[in-house]
């Protein structure tokens, strides 16, 4: 089976458990259930009404807004524990919103390259509303804000807010300038990701910057034989991360899908789990650039 085929099909195993409750967008309920107290590695909100698992970004936020300002040990050590292991597989593998990006991009139209710059967003966005925001800005009872929740979350309002408006009548009558102000959010996400490959991925995912951050140690590693490399430039080409899997196997905007080991003419290109630290890179010599020129 093809990397890219299996990919998919993992993808929308992990959605369909992430989202079980599928009957529940009629009743517009939400599951309570014990599962509900364990979050999803992925970013998928708690008031989907289908959603089955907690959302890590939204539960750290909760924990940490409370009046007593609580950290969130264990939130914080299963995002930990994730990003250590698997590093942004979770991304590429198991997101459900990362499937709904995917889908969008399928969409015909002009694709294009984010600057890297725009990379660095997501970051600012991790510290100020889903770390500062929640402790500092508080109501008259001392309680703080989901922040990222209430004013950004695009997955949230898909997978959330527009089913719950759609099922209650009484929520849709509540709407005002910030639901207005989510659905513009929305809206330009989707159609950012039409033309962007995963344009939330890159730029705006706080959970996408936390495992991230853990990619250069995590155990799950995307590995470059520099012996049998000829720098073709394949990889860097396929890669719709825009990383060049030959200068930064480690990088944080790496999700572990596999486009470029499938792209790879001398297999030189491996992802798997890694206990120690790879060979040194060595220079290809006249062998690889020999290689090289014959495959161009």
């Keep these: 089976m093809k990397n890219a085929v299996k990919r998919k099909l993992i993808q929308i ?7 079980s409750h599928m009957t529940n967008f009629v009743s517009g309920k ?6 509900k107290q364990f979050c999803n590695p992925g970013l998928n909100c708690y008031s989907c009404p289908a959603a089955t698992l907690a959302c890590p970004i939204g539960a750290m936020q909760a924990v940490a807004g ?4 609580n950290f969130s040990f264990y939130v914080v050590g299963f995002l930990l524990a994730v990003g250590v292991l698997l590093g942004r597989f979770i991304c ?7 499937l709904v990006q995917e889908l969008f991009y399928k969409i015909p139209s002009p694709k294009f390259r984010l600057p890297r710059i ?4 997501k970051y600012g966005i991790l510290v100020v509303f889903v770390v500062v925001l929640p402790v500092a800005a508080t109501d008259y009872m001392g309680m703080g804000q989901p922040a990222f929740c209430q004013y950004i979350c695009p997955a949230g309002t898909l997978f959330g807010g527009l ?12 709407t005002g300038f910030l639901f207005g102000l989510k659905m513009t959010i929305l809206i330009l996400t989707v159609l950012a990701c039409v033309f962007i490959f995963r344009f939330f991925c890159k ?5 996408g910057a936390i495992y991230g951050l853990l990619n250069k140690i995590s155990i799950y590693h995307l590995d470059v034989d520099r012996h049998s490399c000829i720098k073709c430039g394949k990889c860097a080409h396929t890669c719709k991360m825009d990383v060049d899997p030959v200068k930064t196997p480690d990088s944080a905007e790496c999700i572990r899908c ?6 790879c003419p001398r297999q030189a290109i491996r992802l798997g789990f890694r206990l120690s630290e790879p060979h040194a890179a060595q220079n290809g010599g006249a062998d690889s650039r020999t290689e090289a020129n014959k495959l161009q």
Excluded: D
Excluded at 30 to 35: E, P, V
Excluded at 92 to 98: H, K, M, Q, T
Excluded at 203 to 207: A, I, S
């Design 118 to 121: 725009f990379t660095f967003v």
């Design 66 to 69: 409370s009046m007593q300002y």
């Design 258 to 263: 596999g486009a470029c080991a499938a792209a």
């Design 203 to 207: 730029t705006l995912c706080p959970l």
């Design 30 to 35: 939400l599951y309570t259930g014990k599962w």
């Design 13 to 19: 195993a992990a959605f369909g458990f992430t989202n």
């Design 92 to 98: 590429g593998w198991i997101c459900p919103f990362g």
């Design 163 to 174: 089913p719950m408006t759609a099922t209650h009548p009484e929520l849709r009558a509540a």
